[in-house]
């Protein structure tokens, strides 16, 4: 029987362009596991570390940058891995940048680009990933934040 894991995170970058439209943040990973497919930011969680922590802490060490703003999205990404037998529930968040902040890839992806959010749709390979950014979008981009959630009060500085 496949067991329920939560050990991995999720972390749609986007910025929003002076003329108001939002673009986002999408990664091509290096060769090897799931080599050369677009993503988001994601993780894994390390020892007693919260799941927006280790959200924050793989932004940080896969793009370097910093959010202005840091989200809750209300959506769990889930999916199952055969070689574990593990049905992943993966909490999902989103962090806003400045519109000029530049990207730094770490070794684990080869190229970013920001998108339209059609165009990130296009180039995520998985259903979760693509219902996620269809969530933060309408969450963050089309309706107006409320304070339950954003987290920005519990990032470290």
């Not at 993780?43 to 793989?58: F, S």
């Not at 219902?131 to 963050?140: C, H, M, N, T």
């Amino acid at each position: 029987m496949p067991h329920i894991t939560s050990r991995f995170v999720d972390c749609h970058v986007f910025r929003r362009r002076s003329d108001g439209a939002d673009e986002w943040l999408v990664l091509r990973r290096s060769p090897g596991f799931m080599g050369d497919t677009w993503q988001m930011v994601s993780g894994t969680i390390e020892g007693a570390e919260k799941a927006y922590q280790c959200a924050q802490r793989e932004l940080l060490e896969e793009t370097g940058l910093r959010p202005k703003h840091f989200y809750q999205a209300s959506y769990v990404n889930r999916f199952y891995l055969a070689a574990t037998d593990e049905i992943v529930l993966s909490p999902v968040f989103a962090a806003e940048v400045g519109a000029g902040d530049e990207v730094r890839l770490s070794e684990e992806h080869t190229d970013f680009a920001w998108v339209p959010w059609q165009e990130a749709m296009r180039r995520f390979p998985w259903p979760g990933q693509r219902k996620a950014l269809a969530v933060i979008r309408e969450q963050f981009i089309e309706a107006k934040p409320f304070d339950p959630s954003c987290i920005d009060g519990y990032l470290d500085d």
